[in-house]
């Protein structure tokens, strides 16, 4: 499992350098590095991460991807309560881990 983790450079804290090195394959690995085995639920986030960032050039903040979430997937899927439980270690730091983006500014 980890000969594609080893193949691509990344952080101190995880992220991928280069965001095109991403795809699937190395979002479960990423995935399982956090303890996460990934959903249909989660693919759902992971693709939204990244279509927001390739629109916008920036990583959403939690407010901003709640409401994004909110309008793309529907009332149910848009609150932090449902984010945090797909991703315990927040939905915006961990999300874009897994998605290949860079770290988001406000993680400290």
């Not at 350098?17 to 996460?36: C, M, S």
């Not at 960032?53 to 939690?62: E, K, M, V």
């Given at each position: 499992?980890?000969?594609?983790?080893?193949?691509?450079?990344?952080?101190?804290?995880?992220?991928?350098?280069n965001p095109a090195d991403w795809n699937e394959d190395l979002a479960?690995?990423?995935?399982?590095?956090?303890?996460?085995?990934?959903?249909?639920?989660?693919?759902?986030?992971?693709?939204?991460?990244?279509?927001?960032?390739?629109?916008?050039?920036?990583?959403?903040?939690?407010?901003?991807?709640?409401?994004?979430?909110?309008?793309?997937?529907g009332e149910s899927r848009g609150t932090s309560m449902y984010l945090?439980?797909?991703?315990?270690?927040?939905a915006v730091k961990q999300g874009c881990k897994i998605a290949g983006?860079?770290?988001?500014?406000?993680?400290?």
């Amino acid at each position: 499992m980890q000969a594609t983790l080893d193949r691509v450079k990344r952080d101190r804290h995880g992220y991928l350098r280069n965001p095109a090195d991403w795809n699937e394959d190395l979002a479960a690995e990423l995935a399982a590095e956090e303890d996460l085995c990934l959903t249909p639920r989660h693919w759902e986030i992971l693709h939204l991460l990244r279509g927001f960032h390739a629109t916008y050039d920036i990583t959403p903040n939690t407010r901003v991807l709640v409401r994004t979430v909110r309008e793309q997937l529907g009332e149910s899927r848009g609150t932090s309560m449902y984010l945090m439980k797909l991703f315990p270690g927040g939905a915006v730091k961990q999300g874009c881990k897994i998605a290949g983006l860079p770290r988001p500014s406000q993680c400290f």
